[in-house]
């Protein structure tokens, strides 16, 4: 494909997809910005497994004489928290993630021929821009198996009424990871320190302040806990809006500048201390949708809530529901590759999956996209599967009851094809609470808030929203934790630049 007709179709596709401005109001240095919440599906929740990427240190790469600055980045596909910003002038309008996980600004450029997934997102074009200044030194942003490439800008931002002038950013010219072709949003925006900024560029929240745009040194976000409500939340720009929150804030000192680091006292389940929290840590991340913790003390938590590998519960499932059945057609003398589709668990009729292993049947459906057809096919594996277990038993001769014990306990064994645990929809009510002290106040989570619910169709399927993650850390600090969207959609969050700390009250 020749240059000019990439160029081509870049233009028409410029034309093409147009966004709205998300709807924004100032008031004597106080901005609110709205924010859109994309709902979460199969394919995206797959993006936890590269949150240990985002916490890797900057380094510069002396090796590389180019000047280059390079900086991790991780997996956003999990975020639903979104809202939209102007750059140059006029405002060419962008959807970014407002990310106090990280500190740079980057769109896609107008100058990316040849990534993929450029074609599917706004492009930032500096000659449409009257404000525009050429600074066009390199940068690289790597994450997981690709990389970002592209290089410093500078114009001025829009964002709600305010307009910060001549704010440095990043013009991505090269996405080579199917990431960004997925995404829902075209670019990031760090709210971090400048401690962790790649190239140590200021912040944009930083030329805020610099510029006096702002009535106060603070920031706060609101997450709307109300899923059918069209407004997904809002975050405030100098100061906070006391219809988003209940009582008062509970602050706590920044221990570490970069992130948002905080201490963390301890966690509890139904109110008993765990006692597995010496010297924690928190990193409070809006660029994150599940809370991350040490894998010992997400075990134990995923452990008391009843969280199962995906495939280990759909077998379980399988055999709860349609054990009894399968024994009697087996007995009857059906063929085992007739009883799934018999019993209307499999669309087809003949075995299709028996030799596949549980974790090609996913991966398989999930480089098609097709969330729904993920969990059909996870059933109907399982289903066969159990199938072919009970078959095994009974022609041991073994009795009803310990072939149903000795098939659950297979199911215990399959591997489970994705990052995340799964819990039994129906149980929620049943679960613990999860609190985490901080401050020396407890900050309870229900099963309600700690679950997520995700949606394909007429299909719903629960997540336990803890994940394992083991960042190493270097005495006397102690074991990191990720506090993101999850616990900030349950408490309001206030990041005070001024007094270096954070607050927390009750959301609305």
Not at 2 to 26: E, I, N, P
Not at 186 to 195: M, P, S
Not at 292 to 316: D, H, L, Q, R, W
Not at 451 to 475: E, M, N, R, W
Request: overall charge negative; hydrophobic content about 40%; some cysteine.
């Amino acid at each position: 494909m020749g240059d000019r007709f990439v160029l081509l179709v870049m233009c028409l596709l410029a034309s093409t997809f147009s966004m709205c401005l998300a709807t924004a109001s100032s008031s004597n240095g106080v901005v609110r910005l709205a924010l859109k919440k994309h709902p979460l599906g199969f394919n995206s929740l797959q993006a936890a497994a590269k949150i240990r990427e985002r916490y890797s240190v900057y380094v510069k790469d002396d090796s590389d004489d180019s000047g280059t600055d390079i900086v991790s980045l991780k997996n956003y596909l999990h975020v639903q928290h979104f809202g939209v910003i102007g750059i140059g002038s006029p405002p060419q309008n962008f959807t970014v993630i407002f990310d106090t996980g990280s500190s740079n600004l980057w769109i896609p450029s107008s100058h990316c021929h040849f990534s993929v997934a450029c074609f599917f997102h706004s492009r930032y074009c500096s000659t449409n821009s009257s404000t525009y200044t050429e600074i066009g030194k390199p940068c690289k942003i790597n994450y997981g198996s690709g990389m970002i490439l592209g290089f410093f800008s500078e114009d001025n931002i829009k964002v709600g009424d305010l307009v910060v002038e001549n704010q440095v950013f990043t013009e991505a010219v090269r996405e080579g990871n199917v990431i960004l072709t997925l995404a829902s949003f075209d670019g990031i925006l760090g709210l971090g320190f400048q401690d962790i900024s790649v190239g140590n560029v200021a912040p944009l929240w930083y030329s805020m302040l610099q510029q006096n745009l702002l009535a106060e040194r603070v920031f706060s976000f609101w997450f709307n806990k109300d899923p059918s409500a069209s407004e997904g939340g809002e975050i405030v720009f100098g100061g906070v809006e006391p219809r988003h929150f209940k009582g008062q804030h509970t602050y706590v000192p920044v221990t570490r500048r970069g992130y948002w680091q905080i201490d963390l006292d301890d966690f509890l389940i139904e109110d008993q201390p765990t006692g597995f929290c010496i010297n924690c840590t928190a990193i409070v991340d809006s660029g994150t949708s599940f809370i991350a913790g040490p894998s010992a003390a997400v075990t134990k938590i995923n452990e008391a809530i009843g969280a199962k590998g995906f495939a280990s519960m759909e077998c379980k499932k399988v055999v709860s529901q349609y054990g009894d059945i399968m024994w009697q057609l087996l007995l009857s003398g059906l063929k085992p590759d007739k009883v799934c589709f018999d019993i209307g668990v499999c669309s087809f009729n003949g075995s299709r999956h028996l030799s596949d292993d549980i974790e090609m049947v996913v991966e398989r459906k999930r480089e098609m996209h097709n969330d729904t057809e993920v969990r059909q096919d996870l059933v109907c594996a399982a289903c066969e599967l159990t199938v072919a277990w009970i078959r095994t038993e009974l022609k041991q001769d073994k009795t009803h009851g310990r072939v149903v014990e000795y098939v659950n306990k297979l199911c215990d064994t399959l591997p489970n094809p994705t990052t995340q645990l799964a819990v039994d929809c129906d149980k929620i009510p049943t679960m613990p609470t999860v609190s985490f002290v901080i401050g020396n106040k407890s900050f309870d989570l229900s099963p309600e808030q700690y679950i997520l619910k995700v949606q394909q169709d007429y299909i719903t399927f629960c997540i336990s929203g803890f994940i394992a993650l083991d960042v190493p850390v270097s005495p006397p600090q102690g074991p990191l934790w990720i506090l993101g969207e999850i616990f900030m959609e349950a408490y309001h969050t206030v990041f005070d630049f001024g007094n270096l700390q954070v607050g927390f009250a009750e959301s609305a």
